[in-house]
């Protein structure tokens, strides 16, 4: 079975500062690759997500995530994270037939 | 479009009661699909839908019912809450594929006591 792993439960980052949020995963075909991040109290949105094609994705709001097969991972990054970007942030494979595997999630907080 | 929505927002019931998560998207995609939410695990999937008709498992099933009688609808029964199913939900849709990006709801917190 898929797995998802994101090493680091918390991160805190300086107002300003830059932004690498680590994902690993397992699945022996070409991975559906995903990244969402959810604000407190609120559901989730899509930031970015890789399938096929160039292995550097851009997405919302700044962020871009690098897809390396080698490494099985799809970290996620931003050069100048600002205040609103606190958040949980879950990084999801989506190969199998049937939905989302997710990470367990990375706490962002940002000091000012 | 008012996207994926989700009722109720909050309940709490007692060991043993029913209810059911109500679901449903107006944009007309073939794949719903339910997960739960706990505190350091992520999201993990309970049932989900290719179609009207079909439902399916995911990882966490036991004491869930669900049933797709539309496109639009995808409710989530509980048969009898315990309180190991204290926890948030979330409902889902995509248009159809993999590739296809999936909107979620806004989620239900549900306390079971």
């Given at each position: 079975a898929q797995s998802v792993t994101q090493p680091d439960i918390h991160i805190t980052v300086s107002e300003g500062a830059s932004l690498e949020l680590r994902c690993n995963y397992s699945y022996g075909a070409t991975p559906y690759l995903f990244w969402y991040v959810q604000s407190p109290g609120q559901g989730l949105q899509l930031l970015l997500k890789y399938f096929s094609g160039d292995t550097l994705v851009q997405g919302i709001k700044g962020f871009e995530a690098e897809f390396k097969r080698s490494q099985s991972s799809f970290n996620l990054r931003k050069p100048s994270v600002h205040?609103?970007?606190a958040a949980e942030y879950f990084c999801a494979e989506g190969g199998g037939a049937d939905g989302l595997t997710f990470g367990k999630g990375t706490h962002l907080i940002i000091q000012p | 479009n008012a996207g994926v929505t989700q009722t109720p927002k909050f309940q709490v019931l007692k060991t043993g009661q029913s209810m059911t998560l109500q679901?449903?998207?107006?944009?007309?995609?073939?794949?719903m699909s339910w997960y739960r939410q706990d505190p350091g695990m992520g999201l993990r999937l309970i049932h989900y839908s290719v179609g009207a008709g079909i439902t399916d498992q995911g990882e966490v099933p036991n004491g869930y019912n669900v049933s797709r009688s539309t496109t639009e609808d995808f409710p989530l029964r509980l048969l009898s809450a315990a309180p190991s199913q204290t926890s948030v939900y979330f409902c889902a849709s995509r248009l159809a594929t993999r590739t296809d990006t999936q909107y979620f709801g806004p989620g239900t917190r549900l306390t079971v006591l």
């Amino acid at each position: 079975a898929q797995s998802v792993t994101q090493p680091d439960i918390h991160i805190t980052v300086s107002e300003g500062a830059s932004l690498e949020l680590r994902c690993n995963y397992s699945y022996g075909a070409t991975p559906y690759l995903f990244w969402y991040v959810q604000s407190p109290g609120q559901g989730l949105q899509l930031l970015l997500k890789y399938f096929s094609g160039d292995t550097l994705v851009q997405g919302i709001k700044g962020f871009e995530a690098e897809f390396k097969r080698s490494q099985s991972s799809f970290n996620l990054r931003k050069p100048s994270v600002h205040w609103s970007d606190a958040a949980e942030y879950f990084c999801a494979e989506g190969g199998g037939a049937d939905g989302l595997t997710f990470g367990k999630g990375t706490h962002l907080i940002i000091q000012p | 479009n008012a996207g994926v929505t989700q009722t109720p927002k909050f309940q709490v019931l007692k060991t043993g009661q029913s209810m059911t998560l109500q679901c449903a998207q107006d944009m007309n995609h073939e794949y719903m699909s339910w997960y739960r939410q706990d505190p350091g695990m992520g999201l993990r999937l309970i049932h989900y839908s290719v179609g009207a008709g079909i439902t399916d498992q995911g990882e966490v099933p036991n004491g869930y019912n669900v049933s797709r009688s539309t496109t639009e609808d995808f409710p989530l029964r509980l048969l009898s809450a315990a309180p190991s199913q204290t926890s948030v939900y979330f409902c889902a849709s995509r248009l159809a594929t993999r590739t296809d990006t999936q909107y979620f709801g806004p989620g239900t917190r549900l306390t079971v006591l």
